[in-house]
């Protein structure tokens, strides 16, 4: 063969071989396309199911209301308990003395020690927290309660208290039917508990004992769950206060009722003529919400074994995992997270705090993204317009749960009169004669620490209101306003008030 034809032959094989080449890359950017437009797919389908549009809203809202008025009619004519608390009058202000608190409502608990001064002045106040070890939230009711005692007669002794007489309030942020202010059994657990032979005690009877055993000389003079306490702390400083909401861990509502309104449990209504109600929206179901793939509202779907669909797509315990489930689809989808998925399959390992703080992240590199996933989800070099990706995830997640929180609050306006409708007829709100201002009381991580929650969730109430109405609400932010609150009902309720200076 001539040196021309070896050099034909040469460049022949050059030209196949880059052929080959070209098609190859062809091939692998035609694949890595695809695969990324699946990705965006599972992001745009879910950010379909999750839209949240002003008209959905007023639905919610509407829904919301109805079950609350058959809530108030009859026992298990709801989707939401509408419990009665006992609670029939508010702190005003005069309360002086030094009370105790006990914050029991998720993995941890606090201990709280109150002095109060007329004219709605706390003098002093003195909290601690304490974890609860994971075996005592499926343990006994006895050790569970006795860690609770040990630790409040620790603080009294360390801060110098006395504890002779002293009331106590006691915040038990799990669903309670109570029977008077100082006693309630519980209904079931929630969040992380499952203690299954405490379903039906007395709560309050329960940590009673546990004082004894301990040697204190308290008692359980208030029962309260977190967003009672909130609303007494919240009328503790201004009268106009209506309502309460917790959006945190959880999520729950309570707010001042008529007790002309209340057709269920007349034996249980005083010669006062309005009750505290504990709503218990957190199951909540509505209609006018679709389940995504990615909502775990059935047993199967995570540790606890019940149904909170509410809840569920607002509070703090369940974002991440939302999130965490949608980036395990887009893994499923394509290579989008490269190899190092491993983490994505293990359930709420990524929490809320993380979502938020990639959420948050303004920077143009999005560094804070990259250093999350990989600290929570080992995943590491994820390219930019990735983690632009993962961003959008996590605010469809944080918007939808903020405004499905904002339909919840203008649902207990709605029941009480204070929405700017005539019980929901009308989609028209107008201020109707003098207007009253409503107040909200909020208390909660995702509300308190989250500000864009936070700016979703305020702004939905005004574009549901409108202007005009939503000028007379205030949303106010409770610090720590389950435990004082607890303790302040404690104070009026106690019959050695004017003594326990």
């Given amino acids: 063969?001539?040196?021309?034809?070896?050099?034909?032959?040469?460049?022949?094989?050059?030209?196949?071989?880059?052929?080959?080449?070209?098609?190859?890359?062809?091939?692998?950017?035609?694949?890595?396309?695809?695969?990324?437009?699946?990705?965006?797919?599972?992001?745009?389908?879910?950010?379909?199911?999750?839209?949240?549009?002003?008209?959905?809203?007023?639905?919610?809202?509407?829904?919301?209301?109805?079950?609350?008025?058959a809530g108030l009619a009859s026992e298990g004519a709801s989707k939401v308990r509408m419990l009665l608390t006992c609670v029939d009058a508010l702190p005003d202000g005069s309360e002086e003395g030094i009370y105790y608190s006990v914050d029991l409502g998720g993995t941890s608990f606090r201990v709280m020690r109150l002095e109060l001064g007329s004219g709605s002045?706390?003098?002093?106040?003195?909290?601690?927290?304490?974890?609860?070890?994971?075996?005592?939230?499926?343990?006994?009711?006895?050790?569970?309660?006795?860690?609770?005692?040990l630790a409040l007669k620790n603080f009294i002794e360390r801060e110098g208290g006395d504890d002779e007489g002293r009331a106590l309030g006691f915040t038990f942020s799990f669903p309670v039917r109570q029977v008077s202010i100082s006693s309630g059994s519980l209904i079931r657990w929630t969040k992380e508990f499952s203690i299954e032979e405490a379903v039906g005690k007395d709560v309050a009877q329960c940590l009673n004992e546990a004082l004894v055993r301990n040697g204190?000389?308290?008692?359980?003079?208030?029962?309260?769950?977190?967003?009672?306490?909130?609303?007494?702390?919240?009328?503790?400083?201004?009268?106009?206060?209506v309502a309460a909401v917790i959006i945190g861990a959880g999520t729950n509502a309570s707010y001042i009722e008529r007790n002309a309104a209340i057709a269920k449990c007349r034996g249980l209504l005083t010669d006062s003529d309005q009750t505290v109600v504990n709503v218990e929206w957190g199951s909540f179901r509505s209609p006018q919400v679709p389940l995504t793939p990615f909502d775990i509202c059935s047993s199967e779907a995570e540790r606890n074994h019940y149904d909170q669909a509410f809840e569920k797509m607002i509070s703090g315990v369940y974002l991440g995992e939302i999130a965490r489930l949608v980036f395990q689809r887009m893994a499923q989808e394509s290579d989008l997270f490269g190899s190092s998925v491993n983490c994505l399959s293990t359930p709420f390992i990524f929490s809320t705090p993380s979502l938020a703080a990639i959420r948050e992240d303004d920077s143009p590199d999005l560094r804070v993204v990259g250093r999350v996933l990989e600290e929570h989800l080992k995943i590491q070099d994820v390219p930019l317009k990735t983690r632009r990706l993962v961003v959008r995830i996590c605010d469809i997640v944080t918007r939808r749960a903020a405004r499905l929180a904002a339909a919840g609050i203008v649902a207990v306006l709605q029941k009480i009169g204070r929405d700017g409708t005539l019980c929901g007829t009308t989609f028209v709100r107008k201020i109707r004669g003098e207007p009253?201002?409503?107040?909200v009381a909020i208390e909660g991580g995702l509300y308190q620490g989250y500000s864009i929650f936070r700016e979703y969730l305020n702004e939905a109430v005004d574009e549901i209101l409108g202007d005009d109405i939503a000028s007379t609400v205030s949303l106010r932010v409770m610090e720590e306003g389950s435990g004082i609150g607890a303790a302040l009902l404690a104070a009026s309720y106690s019959s050695t008030r004017q003594n326990s200076a």
């Fill in 436 to 439: 009253k201002r409503s107040v």
């Fill in 121 to 149: 002045m706390v003098i002093n106040k003195k909290v601690e927290h304490r974890p609860i070890p994971e075996d005592l939230t499926k343990g006994t009711s006895e050790d569970l309660f006795n860690l609770i005692a």
């Fill in 1 to 69: 063969m001539g040196k021309a034809q070896w050099l034909s032959v040469a460049l022949g094989c050059v030209a196949a071989v880059t052929c080959v080449a070209a098609t190859a890359l062809v091939t692998r950017r035609a694949v890595a396309r695809s695969r990324w437009s699946r990705a965006v797919a599972v992001v745009r389908g879910f950010e379909e199911d999750c839209a949240t549009p002003t008209e959905r809203l007023q639905r919610i809202v509407n829904s919301l209301s109805v079950e609350m008025f």
């Fill in 216 to 241: 204190l000389n308290l008692q359980v003079t208030a029962l309260v769950n977190n967003a009672v306490g909130t609303l007494a702390m919240g009328h503790y400083y201004d009268e106009d206060t």
